[in-house]
């Protein structure tokens, strides 16, 4: 089996390469040096060159706040460059898995979205990573949709990084604490993601490590298991205004993983203190 992943240099596409080297599975790892994903002739040499069997798409425009100001850029990448990866990928008969994101839900309500949720965003990153959903969903028939959110690992910046840093500086962070979802630790999302790619359970699904918490009580839990003595203090989101609406509900049902038959992630507390040690090993915290 040989796997193409896009987006190989971020944080969840790093984790994934590794895994796939742990599993001795060809892969070829991509990032925008390589290959424009809005230049759909650019795109199909890549891909017909290097003839994978499956192609997991982690690749995006992920800056969700300059989005705003930058829709068209945003919609090329997330929409017509996924759609672009779609026709290479029928060219080449390779699977694919699209990486999506819970900001296609419209964040309302507390109960979990389920898979069959209909879209509803509520920015313009969410908008368009539908759009490039809706390209999956089009146009093949053996495909992975897999919607993540609040993800955190080793390469790139994150929540948790961010705490850290401003925990060892700081006597007091605000936080909000009215949007609520599950921390996801790529090292984990990876192997789910891997293991995935090798079945032929096509569909769509939501992964995260299990348990949902506020922004503020991930906060108060990365403080805590780092040891740091910064205050955490509740704040709503009407005091954290930013240019992107964000969702008050990133709660994902993770029910489409047990009727497939694939393991659930364990536990987000679990999965941060094996992030925080291996940052401590690798001496970037």
């Avoid at 290479?88 to 819970?102: E, H, P, Q, R, W």
């Avoid at 999956?136 to 390469?155: D, H, P, Y």
Wanted: overall charge negative.
């Amino acid at each position: 089996m040989k796997v193409l992943v896009t987006g190989s240099a971020g944080q969840l596409g790093y984790d994934v390469m590794k895994r796939l080297a742990a599993l001795n599975i060809e892969a070829k790892g991509v990032d925008y040096q390589d290959f424009d994903l809005t230049d759909g002739e650019a795109v199909m040499a890549a891909v017909c060159g290097y003839a994978p069997d499956a192609i997991i798409h982690c690749a995006a425009y992920t800056a969700v706040d300059r989005a705003e100001q930058e829709p068209e850029k945003c919609a090329a990448v997330n929409g017509m460059g996924t759609l672009n990866l779609v026709r290479a990928a029928l060219a080449v008969n390779a699977k694919l898995l699209y990486v999506s994101t819970d900001y296609i839900f419209n964040g309302e309500g507390e109960t979990p979205f389920e898979v069959n949720d209909p879209y509803g965003a509520k920015n313009v990153y969410g908008l368009t990573k539908a759009q490039g959903e809706e390209a999956v969903r089009s146009l093949m028939t053996r495909f992975f949709i897999v919607r993540i959110a609040w993800v955190f690992g080793q390469g790139g910046n994150n929540f948790v990084k961010t705490m850290l840093r401003l925990g060892a500086e700081r006597p007091e962070v605000r936080v909000v604490a009215d949007q609520y979802g599950s921390p996801t630790y790529t090292h984990d999302l990876s192997r789910l993601l891997c293991d995935m790619i090798q079945t032929n359970k096509f569909g769509v699904y939501h992964a995260t490590n299990e348990g949902f918490c506020s922004w503020a009580e991930f906060a108060a839990e990365i403080m805590r298991q780092a040891d740091l003595k910064c205050r955490v203090t509740p704040i709503p989101t009407s005091q954290y205004p930013t240019p992107a609406k964000r969702p008050a509900n990133s709660r994902l049902s993770k029910s489409c993983l047990d009727v497939a038959g694939f393991d659930r992630l364990p536990p987000w507390q679990d999965a941060l203190a094996r992030y925080i040690n291996e940052l401590k090993t690798s001496e970037l915290y």
